[in-house]
């Protein structure tokens, strides 16, 4: 089945030590996004990228990049974590045009 | 900012219609309405979507109101797999379709 596969599923980090999650996806959608969500919060939205045109939100700190080597996979590098930072992160994708967003399982993260 | 608003919590028996209201008072023109539920521990997922007109799918009904400020997700036979967080987002269809979250409507289902 086509769908958005999130690595790992769970990912333990120290305080400062630069952390890489990823996403691929087999729906061939051009559109792939990053949330975070935060304990009892709905999903906000870091960045996107439509094809390998990079979209940033205004309010999403700069320790946050992400990199697109090709359509299928998406990762969400955190330079150095803060225990703010520890949430749930989701990757999404959508094609061009549809309002529908696939989204993937998530990954929990953890700053100790 | 979410341009929405739901109430934070329902509750629903199993068995019965589930009416989730949301309201969306500056809505423009251009935009839709999306619905989207996240179990617990789970990604979101796509439930429906409409612009105008109401909507139905295999998962719910949408009816959207005739001056577009507020619309009623119904899933008609509500079950306990059902229960989950549901988000009412307002959102122009365009090439990158932003979602902004607002606090959602944590629905619960009672046997």
């Known amino acids: 089945d086509a769908m958005v596969i999130q690595n790992p599923r769970y990912q333990v980090t120290q305080f400062g030590k630069p952390v890489t999650l990823s996403c691929s996806q087999t729906?061939?959608?051009?559109?792939m996004y990053w949330y975070q969500q935060k304990s009892s919060q709905a999903p906000k939205l870091l960045f996107h990228y439509y094809d390998k045109d990079f979209n940033n939100e205004a309010d999403t700190p700069d320790n946050f990049q992400s990199r697109r080597p090709n359509t299928s996979f998406c990762f969400l590098d955190i330079r150095s974590p803060g225990l703010g930072d520890a949430a749930m992160y989701l990757c999404?994708?959508?094609?061009?045009?549809?309002?529908?967003?696939?989204f993937g399982p998530g990954t929990r993260l953890t700053v100790t | 900012d979410a341009k929405t608003t739901q109430p934070p919590s329902m509750d629903c028996a199993e068995g019965r219609a589930a009416n989730l209201p949301c309201n969306h008072s500056?809505?423009?023109?251009?935009?839709?309405v999306y619905w989207y539920r996240q179990i617990h521990s789970q990604g979101p997922q796509y439930i429906i979507h409409g612009l105008k007109n109401n909507e139905t799918n295999e998962m719910a009904s949408l009816i959207i109101t005739e001056d577009r400020k507020s619309s009623t997700l119904i899933l008609p036979h509500a079950t306990l797999r059902d229960t989950a967080v549901y988000y009412c987002i307002v959102s122009e269809r365009g090439a990158t379709n932003k979602l902004i979250f607002g606090t959602g409507t944590l629905l619960a289902v009672q046997p």
């Open positions: 729906l061939n959608h051009n559109v």
């Open positions: 999404a994708t959508s094609r061009d045009g549809s309002g529908e967003q696939y």
């Open positions: 500056t809505i423009s023109g251009n935009e839709y």
